[in-house]
């Protein structure tokens, strides 16, 4: 079995345009005599690699504590979208895992994001920092929260080979936000594993 961390490390990931950047301040230093370290941080629920729940873009929809976390753990596929024409894309999503990860700088069009929702898909992950478009990212947005889909964003793919895995992805529990970082992992049980088309 092999590990690997898909996660941005938060203080230096990337901060989506107009988001806050995270920080933090150490407030007990034991070198300066104080028992222990303590350090208290400033963040955007969005920051570095996150969770995206429907409240996010639905007034009514759940937040974060209210995701049911077999959306966000178990096997996942990872695939390139521009490995694939519409059309492909269809027979992938027939025996793929429901859990769904985008390698490489591939964009979810609207016309993905309905082709995931009508074959049952329960996360949809990105290497960006948003899915959808960078200009219009809203209406897939609405298309797979609407669903409740889980959005993980702003993973960290470069090493890994396009296949089957295990995710680990479960948001911190933060009561009524409409996001939340995560530690994103992928078990590789089987080294050898292909996406089946």
């Not at 049952?120 to 219009?136: C, F, H, M, R, Y």
């Not at 895995?165 to 992992?185: H, N, Q, T, V």
């Amino acid at each position: 079995m092999k590990l690997y961390d898909i996660s941005q490390e938060l203080f230096h990931g990337r901060v989506y345009p107009g988001d806050p950047a995270p920080e933090y301040e150490r407030i007990l230093k034991i070198t300066e005599g104080a028992p222990c370290n303590l350090t208290k941080f400033n963040m955007g629920a969005h920051n570095a690699t996150h969770l995206d729940a429907p409240y996010h873009f639905y007034e009514n929809g759940i937040t974060v504590e209210q995701i049911d976390l077999v959306r966000c753990v178990g096997p996942c596929t990872v695939i390139s979208l521009s490995d694939y024409t519409l059309e492909e894309l269809q027979k992938v999503l027939k025996v793929c895992n429901k859990r769904l990860l985008i390698k490489g700088k591939d964009t979810v069009t609207l016309e993905h994001a309905k082709l995931f929702n009508n074959y049952g898909i329960l996360l949809v992950g990105v290497e960006g920092q948003s899915v959808g478009p960078e200009d219009a990212p809203i209406p897939v947005h609405l298309e797979l929260l609407g669903k409740e889909v889980v959005l993980l964003e702003g993973l960290v793919l470069d090493e890994i080979v396009p296949g089957n895995y295990f995710l680990s992805a479960a948001p911190i529990k933060l009561g009524k936000c409409d996001g939340a970082p995560c530690r994103a992992i992928l078990l590789d049980f089987d080294e050898t594993a292909t996406c089946n088309s």
